[in-house]
């Protein structure tokens, strides 16, 4: 139990902070005031450019972007900003209706946070909204045309940020996917790649469904990704080991190539209409329908079947993984009685036999 519990800290980087004062922990009414008051962010378009969550926020997201199954769902994350750093310290769930591929906060939603603020002021809890989470059940952490005009709207009550996490390639995966972005002004132009990738996992079009591709680069150079770390205080590591306590056996028994069998059907489905895309624009170019066209498009079309490949081999790779893992534990913890029941059985032969013969 506890290897698997270090396994999981060590695979989503979380460290340990100060034991004796969890220093990330220590709000600062006055020095935030301050910083708000002086707003370096309307100098800098990319003055964040850090994320720091801690593990039970973390969990807490994961958790909730896991209930909804296919349904994008939403909540807002509490904390404080401390340099170019914003520092998420608790995340919350909020009472709102998503689809397969949107969700948005109503006037309700908002009236709701309002009222939870208050409510965590008066019980002592201090810190502000530092940001919004969402999911994107199975294609990827990148913003969409939705999720950039909701962040603008919400990045004037600055500092604000925009969290994205995949439930099902956490699962897949064995670590949390996740990205955290921040939109530009509308006036601003970004320098062409100055803004980096997209997606928080910078693999672009083979781990993004087809479906999703065109707004997945439409929208790319209206907002950019931040790093992500994750943090642990001693009452986080109490918890932790409350819900390790709690949930091993069924996290040891769980196998993703069950749980998540929906997401690896919906893969291998995309990966077959990506690969007869491409031999469809391959055999358009045969014909002489391109006359003109020279080694760039062809260098293209090459660049764009080696994505296909490499989406192929991490589809392989991730279910390669699963059996192994239940490989594993199959002959771990089959036949286990059996086998005690034949060492038994085998005692009480050679007794028998030693009887008779005496």
Avoid at 199 to 207: K, P, R, V
Avoid at 218 to 246: G, I, N, P
């Amino acid at each position: 139990m506890a290897t698997a519990q270090t396994t999981w800290e060590l695979e989503n980087a979380i460290k340990l902070t100060d034991p004796h004062r969890d220093a990330l922990y220590n709000y600062d009414p006055e020095a935030q005031k301050a910083e708000n008051e002086a707003r370096p962010w309307r100098q800098d378009p990319h003055y964040f450019k850090h994320v720091r969550i801690s593990a039970v926020a973390l969990l807490k997201m994961v958790m909730h972007a896991r209930s909804g199954g296919s349904i994008e769902i939403m909540g807002i994350m509490q904390g404080y900003t401390t340099g170019d750093t914003f520092i998420v310290t608790d995340a919350v769930r909020l009472p709102v209706e998503g689809t397969e591929t949107r969700v948005n906060a109503q006037a309700e939603a908002s009236e709701y946070v309002v009222q939870y603020l208050e409510r965590s002021r008066q019980a002592g809890q201090l810190e502000n909204a530092v940001g919004w989470y969402h999911s994107h059940p199975g294609y990827g952490c990148w913003l969409s045309g939705i999720d950039v005009s909701t962040q603008m709207l919400q990045q004037y009550q600055d500092p604000f940020c925009a969290i994205v996490v995949d439930p099902d390639r956490t699962i897949s995966a064995g670590k949390v996917e996740i990205g955290a972005f921040r939109t530009f002004p509308q006036d601003y132009k970004p320098e062409k790649g100055a803004n980096g990738e997209a997606g928080a996992d910078g693999e672009g079009f083979e781990t993004i469904p087809l479906g999703k591709i065109e707004d997945f680069g439409a929208h790319a150079d209206r907002y950019y990704s931040m790093s992500v770390s994750h943090f642990k205080s001693t009452l986080d590591a109490k918890l932790l080991e409350a819900l390790w306590e709690k949930y091993w056996v069924g996290t040891l028994s769980a196998s993703p190539l069950f749980s998540n069998r929906e997401y690896g059907t919906k893969q291998m489905t995309d990966l077959a209409l990506k690969i007869g895309q491409h031999e469809k624009s391959r055999d358009s170019g045969r014909g002489g329908a391109f006359p003109t066209m020279g080694l760039g498009k062809r260098d293209q079309k090459d660049e764009q079947l080696a994505k296909i490949v490499r989406a192929g081999d991490k589809i392989a790779a991730e279910e390669e993984a699963g059996l192994m893992a239940s490989e594993i534990k199959r002959r771990l913890f089959n036949g286990i009685g059996t086998v005690a029941l034949e060492q038994t059985q085998l005692q009480d032969g050679e007794i028998v036999m030693t009887e008779n013969g005496a």
